[in-house]
């Protein structure tokens, strides 16, 4: 094959990927590593000396924090209960930390023994115990919680992502490539510094290659790091990947998604905690917390409510956007149930109206007093959240409306559409009253050219 042939269908296969990734809509982001075991935000509780200018140290002793995969025993651990209720809650596809800025891993690497299968941990000698007749290399096997959850969400048949940490607050070597100076505050040279920086990059690379290479398909990375734009003026520097590391991950896994917070042209672009503004040709994604104060697990922590979920689906939705909603499992390996209660809730809701939802595009109404909408084809979908007035005027278009009507109800909405193009709806009181209600507008043709 030769290369033009060879980058047409990569791109062919990116664009693919990209089709399913913007259908899907919906998924799930999970924060988890041994420190849930204490409560605190991962990564952020560690105290001591992080490298990074924007982060100062946590509450929770380095040595202890560290330590805590010694403690850390998730037996109650089912990926598979996972995925149910991901699939229940209307999700497509799942996310989940393969190694946070704490530098621990969760996954089986031979790069690192900070890592889920180090025989200290105390996951991996409950496993053991459970199992005296398997091998250590089968044991690994058992123990390795990011193989155990790419499996179960491949038998489901949906999405799998991998969350991956470009910091390492536990690494000299991260350390010194980013700062020039060691554990002790002491400067080293230009020469020990770029060392420093190829040593990491390096481990990154291998590490990278093990997770795409090892764990079946992968449909997107979500690396985490500041942003190209945040860096200014160097008051805030970034370790980034290497593009060697890219070309490497995009051969292994082609057609894979990669975010916005590698240095790099990005394949989609991320909102942390907030919701998306529509930006024409721009593949977006809204990343969100369900649970608080925390992304990991929060004991004693509230959840936000059904309906703050639905309406999150729907503004990112009507933004043309992608909903990432989080979740924290806690130390014995289980999904908060207050959680679980709002997504399953609010998973009802998404399989009445997922035709509004799922393969839809944003708009063409944005942000407007009433609500948003998506659309698909010559169908366009109202989602109203509140009524000032006692008709509903929409802007001008360039089609002529054919019906109007409640989403999968029988109930007909009188429509004047004048010579501007300009469309009045007279809603109902009936339909005023309905939480969440939907309204269905049929045109004369397919909207697909109007943005």
Request: include cysteine.
């Amino acid at each position: 094959m030769n290369l033009k042939k060879s980058l047409e269908n990569e791109e062919e296969e990116r664009a693919r990927r990209i089709k399913w990734f913007t259908e899907a809509r919906y998924g799930m982001f999970i924060h988890w590593a041994p420190s849930c075991i204490y409560g605190g935000e991962i990564s952020w509780s560690r105290r001591g000396d992080p490298p990074d200018a924007w982060h100062n140290g946590g509450t929770i002793d380095s040595v202890i924090y560290d330590a805590s995969y010694k403690l850390f025993n998730p037996v109650e651990y089912n990926p598979k209960e996972w995925v149910r209720i991901a699939r229940e809650a209307g999700m497509k596809y799942m996310v989940i930390t393969t190694r946070h800025h704490d530098g621990f891993s969760m996954f089986d690497t031979k790069y690192s023994d900070f890592k889920i299968t180090n025989p200290e941990g105390a996951y991996r000698k409950w496993i053991a115990g459970q199992n005296p007749g398997l091998t250590n290399t089968e044991i690994n096997r058992h123990t390795d919680i990011i193989r155990l959850f790419a499996d179960a969400v491949h038998e489901a048949e949906m999405g799998l992502g991998f969350y991956y940490s470009e910091p390492d607050w536990v690494r000299d070597d991260y350390r010194i490539a980013l700062t020039g100076r060691n554990r002790m505050g002491e400067s080293v040279s230009n020469e020990e510094q770029k060392n420093a920086e190829k040593s990491y990059q390096d481990f990154m690379h291998k590490q990278l290659e093990e997770l795409t290479t090892e764990y079946g398909r992968i449909d997107l990375i979500w690396f985490d790091a500041i942003k190209p734009s945040q860096v200014r003026d160097g008051n805030m520097k970034a370790l980034w990947i290497h593009e060697r590391t890219l070309n490497m991950i995009r051969k292994n896994q082609p057609g894979i998604l990669i975010n916005d917070r590698t240095g790099f042209n990005p394949d989609y672009v991320t909102n942390e905690l907030r919701d998306t503004k529509y930006v024409p040709m721009l593949v977006t994604e809204s990343e969100t917390k369900l649970g608080n104060p925390y992304w990991s697990y929060s004991p004693g922590g509230t959840s936000n409510s059904t309906q703050w979920i639905i309406d999150r689906l729907v503004i990112n939705a009507g933004n043309n956007s992608n909903l990432l909603l989080n979740v924290g499992p806690g130390p014995e390996g289980k999904i908060p149930e207050n959680n679980v209660i709002h997504l399953l809730e609010a998973g009802k809701w998404m399989r009445r109206y997922s035709e509004a939802i799922y393969g839809t595009h944003g708009g063409p109404f944005f942000d407007q007093d009433w609500g948003v909408s998506t659309f698909r084809e010559n169908r366009v979908y109202l989602f109203l959240r509140e009524m000032k007035d006692e008709d509903l005027i929409l802007p001008p278009m360039n089609l002529r409306v054919l019906s109007a009507g409640l989403f999968s109800d029988t109930i007909r909405i009188g429509f004047v559409q004048d010579r501007l193009g300009v469309i009045r709806l007279q809603i109902p009181e009936s339909v005023k009253e309905i939480e969440n209600p939907v309204v269905v507008l049929e045109f004369n043709d397919s909207l697909e050219a109007t943005l």
